[in-house]
């Protein structure tokens, strides 16, 4: 089973307009962090945001929040005010803490486009 | 800047041939990942090290070997190169191994076989 499923492999969004990027996964470890990275065209990873599975809040770093829902496995990116910069390759990852903690799992990826 | 820094950026080369991809982590950081990207698998783990010692393998061929240095640089060899391991390679650095542990990338070096 894929430890990571992005189902959205493209995204449009308006300029200024929020966007929400799919993201579930898979674990039966307690202990795991959720990380989702950016990619531009020129190639390098951008670590944007991260959600830890004790977190009791949803994390946020600027612009970025992680809609972080536990029950259904879900952490979906929340990109608010959109920008032409922000179109990209977007990435969500877990390392499970006890039992792959020297891995990080990928998904698939969504590229987003933003429209001016 | 995610002060990671990898060497070269571009690599062409030829089938048969063997290459070395360098990486220096964060400062302070002792743990190094190196990420395979292609267009057909994604983003695959190979291997990682912490503090000089080998601590995880991924979908790494035989053909593929890497070590960490004392001073905590990584280097990456491939050898008997294919066309098919034409990717993106990235490294990453984080301080410990940690679930919470964010991974920080390095700009990746982008090789050819040509």
């Known amino acids: 089973a894929q430890k990571i499923t992005q189902t959205q492999p493209g995204m449009f969004v308006q300029e200024k307009e929020a966007v929400t990027l799919d993201c579930t996964y898979d674990?039966?470890?307690?202990?795991?962090?959720l990380f989702w990275y950016k990619q531009p065209s020129s190639g390098e990873m951008i670590f944007l945001i991260y959600?830890?599975?004790?977190?009791?809040q949803n994390a946020t770093e600027g612009r970025y929040s992680l809609n972080f829902q536990k029950a259904r496995k879900s952490a979906n990116l929340v990109i608010s005010a959109s920008q032409l910069g922000d179109s990209a390759m977007y990435f969500c990852?877990?390392?499970?803490?006890?039992?792959?903690?020297?891995?990080?799992?990928f998904g698939t990826g969504t590229r987003l486009t933003v429209i001016p | 800047d995610s002060g990671v820094t990898q060497t070269p950026k571009h690599l062409i080369t030829a089938t048969g041939q063997r290459v070395t991809l360098r990486c220096s982590p964060r400062s302070g950081d002792l743990s190094v990942y190196w990420y395979q990207q292609s267009l057909d698998q994604g983003l695959q783990f190979l291997i990682q090290y912490y503090n000089g010692e080998e601590r995880a393998k991924g979908n790494i061929l035989e053909r593929f070997s890497a070590q960490q240095f004392p001073d905590l640089h990584s280097e990456l060899n491939l050898s008997s190169l294919e066309l098919g391991d034409s990717a993106l390679y990235f490294c990453a650095s984080s301080f410990t191994e940690g679930a919470n542990e964010k991974l920080f990338f390095g700009s990746g070096t982008q090789l050819s076989v040509l």
């Open positions: 959600q830890g599975s004790y977190d009791q």
């Open positions: 674990t039966s470890d307690p202990s795991y962090g």
């Open positions: 990852a877990m390392r499970e803490g006890q039992t792959g903690a020297n891995n990080l799992f």
